[in-house]
């Protein structure tokens, strides 16, 4: 059964930083495309970030783009996302997804349990 477990959320100042894990099990996910999508209070879920299945090509949204960084470690099986000045906007619950292909707007296979990220400001 595949799962994907987040962590390293919390409560941060803005223009702090934050590094999300994500620990993915089974196998076959070091071959599947990685993400990250958030979903903040009263809207709708948006992407944030993915990565390809060797980690060399990676794509943001606008909002996070020069701010975020995801990365891969398929050894460990962990995907991260890296987040640095952020922002009051960040807040939201951070989901890591996984699929075949991860684009935004689209809806992908796996679904992590989501963790939350507050910044104060």
């Known amino acids: 059964q595949r799962q994907l477990v987040e962590s390293g959320g919390g409560l941060v100042q803005a223009g702090g930083s934050l590094r999300l894990s994500c620990a993915a099990s089974?196998?076959?996910?070091?071959?599947?495309?990685m993400g990250w999508f958030r979903q903040a209070p009263g809207k709708e879920r948006e992407f944030v970030a993915v990565?390809?299945?060797?980690?060399?090509?990676?794509y943001y949204a606008d909002s996070v783009k020069g701010r975020f960084t995801i990365s891969r470690d398929n050894s460990k099986n962990t995907v991260y996302l890296q987040m640095n000045s952020l922002k009051s906007d960040d807040t939201a619950v951070y989901y890591c997804?996984?699929?075949?292909?991860?684009?935004?707007?689209?809806?992908?296979?796996?679904w992590g349990q989501g963790t939350q990220v507050t910044v104060s400001s």
């Open positions: 997804v996984a699929d075949s292909t991860v684009v935004p707007g689209s809806y992908p296979e796996y």
């Open positions: 089974g196998r076959t996910f070091s071959r599947y495309v």
């Open positions: 990565i390809n299945w060797s980690g060399v090509s990676t």
